[in-house]
């Protein structure tokens, strides 16, 4: 008798002792999802505090033409490539116009055409209305991409290539950081200058691409083949730029992307700003894999800054990066 009532008060303690440590690992875990609910309702609230948003007040602020923004895009003889990216770009919600940049010996043919205009009049409801243009040249130039357009009804010019596609989550973006500093070039593809120190001259300066970018964590340039700008630059790069760099241009067939970079930081004296985005390249590799192509870039860098009297470009580290889609920023 004694026997099982020591064992019954056994069981008992065993029981309570398993009770409270139940209750126990219960409390903590309760605390803990609690805690993670609060860091998660800081984060979010603090990030909204410091990022740029399609719906952001102070947008409304601004003109009819800031409102939206117009693709100029360069082609030349990559029709499908030119089909899929007006195909995806006149999703983009903000697009107002379309001009495509057409340099080759022939006109766009019946069927090109009106494959291209039934893709932007899918795109053309809801109150929206879509344009699409192309803009003929004779005479084959890459100045042509930067040529004056007379009817542009919007500020804002996303100058791309035929080749390339961002998300339009990430255009869209990069259109909102662009309107936070109109004056200046924001794009997606960085690229570096530096003074070159294996020169007695001191005026001589090196082009670096993209793992000169990585290493060095600076930039002075986004290319124009995915770049926001004002319209306002067309006119001074056709009308006021030296005409020695667009004849460079014309006959080297490269830099016109320096050249507008050059352009646009000696109006400005500022940096432009990078913009992080995934880009998808739908083409064959371009200029930028052949034999030599650095040093091209580097005479091309050393050229325009000596037409300019001085360097204009101008060094930064900032990178613009939409925290909405990520955990880390």
Sequence with gaps: ?????????????????????????????????????????????????????????????????????????????????????????SSCPRLKEIHIVWSEPNPPSEFLTKFLYRVVQSKSKDGRHLKLNFDIYKEDSLNNRFKEIKDLETDAVFSIDDDVIFPCSSVEFAFDVWQSAPDTMVGFVPRAHWVDSSKVDGDKFRYGGW???????????????????????????????????????????NCEDIAMSFLVANVTDAPPIWVKGKIFEIGSTGISSLGGHSERRTECVDRFAAEYGRMPLVSTSVKAVDSRNIWFW
């Design 1 to 89: 008798m004694r026997g099982s009532c020591w064992l019954h008060r056994r069981t008992e303690q065993k029981f309570r002792q398993l009770m409270i440590s139940t209750i126990k690992s219960v409390k903590i875990k309760l605390l803990l999802c609690c805690c993670i609910a609060l860091t998660v309702i800081v984060l979010n609230s603090s990030a909204s505090a410091f990022i740029w948003t399609n719906q952001s007040p102070a947008l409304h602020r601004y003109s009819d033409s800031r409102k939206g923004y117009s693709i100029v895009m360069n082609t030349w003889k990559r029709y499908d490539l030119l089909k899929k990216s007006i195909k995806h770009y």
């Design 211 to 253: 793992w000169s970018v990585w290493w060095t964590g600076t930039y002075s340039m986004v290319l124009s083949k995915a770049a926001f700008f004002h319209k306002k630059y067309f006119s001074l790069y056709t009308n006021e730029m030296p005409a020695s760099i667009r004849e460079y241009v014309t006959k080297n067939r």
